[in-house]
């Protein structure tokens, strides 16, 4: 029997998976070098390592590090995918399933050694405090952090007297003395903003300073968004161990949806995720191709096939 032209141009790989993949990569890998040059900018341009030694790792080499790993693993995804080469593919999917068990297995060390973190954690805000006011960037760091968990201070807003210029004590000339930063102020839709709010804030009770600032600490909170995700990264990493992945995308999709709402960093989790499934998903087609050609190549001089 004659093999038609439809025959021949028949193929499994979804052009759909294939770019989609590769968009997803190519994103991700524009990331990566964004975050590879604001990484040796902060080092090389910036000179804040004295402030930034209160920091148990400097930011700047984190994002070096962070930035690297992700364009060599997002430069396997995009040219796997274009290329529909196995083997970069396959090392893109497994560099993925070993974040998930990093992050996974740090999740449990911190729930075994909950006590050595939080005091690590503590130890690491309270010198950041201390030194808040010594670098812009250090600065930042510490107001984004307090606005994004509605807290204030390690562990309650007291703790900003650790820093010169918000010390409470009666000699402490700065018109800083006894406050805390804007950044524990508690927003309300006013018009005009207050940003005297944490002025003198130290001086009022527990009860009157809580209509004003966010009087409990960032470590609690840093605990349950901690918490919060474990779950998640769990779900997901019992997920990885199921070979047939295509057959249980509706119930990890479902899964996504339900908890992609909970904190942004899910989100992530789930663009991981997403990048997992891809890849398996293209994957299982390209073996199909390949398995397909073979038997084509091993049948088209047969005269009976």
């Not at 990484?39 to 400097?58: M, N, P, S």
């Not at 560099?95 to 050694?113: E, K």
Request: charged letters at 15%.
């Amino acid at each position: 029997m004659a093999r038609t032209s439809r025959d021949e141009e028949f193929t499994y790989v979804s052009p759909a998976v294939k770019y989609l993949l590769f968009i997803f990569n190519f994103i991700f890998w524009i990331i990566s070098l964004v975050l590879v040059l604001v990484g040796v900018y902060a080092r090389i341009v910036k000179h804040a390592e004295t402030a930034l030694a209160c920091l148990a790792v400097d930011p700047a080499v984190m994002l070096l590090i962070v930035g690297v790993l992700m364009f060599i693993i997002t430069f396997c995804g995009c040219v796997g995918s274009l290329r529909e080469n196995l083997c970069l593919l396959q090392t893109f999917c497994i560099c993925l399933i070993v974040i998930f068990i990093l992050q996974l297995t740090a999740g449990v060390l911190g729930f075994i050694f909950s006590d050595k973190a939080r005091g690590k954690v503590t130890e690491v805000i309270n010198n950041a405090i201390v030194h808040y006011r010594d670098d812009i960037d250090l600065q930042n760091l510490i107001d984004f952090g307090q606005e994004e968990f509605d807290c204030c201070g390690a562990l309650r807003y007291l703790d900003w007297s650790q820093n010169m210029y918000f010390n409470c004590s009666k000699d402490n000339p700065s018109r800083e003395r006894c406050s805390v930063p804007f950044s524990c102020c508690i927003l309300r839709n006013d018009t005009v903003i207050n940003t005297m709010c944490g002025h003198n804030i130290q001086e009022l009770n527990y009860i009157e300073a809580g209509n004003r600032v966010h009087t409990n600490g960032c470590i609690d909170k840093i605990v349950d968004w901690i918490h919060s995700n474990l779950f998640l990264l769990g779900g997901i990493a019992l997920g990885l161990a199921i070979p047939q992945v295509e057959d249980y995308i509706p119930t990890l999709t479902q899964l996504l949806i339900e908890e992609t709402h909970v904190e942004p960093s899910v989100m992530f989790s789930g663009l991981q995720l997403a990048g997992m499934l891809l890849s398996q998903i293209l994957m299982n087609q390209i073996k199909d191709q390949i398995a397909l050609q073979n038997y084509s190549q091993k049948h088209s001089s047969d005269p009976w096939s």
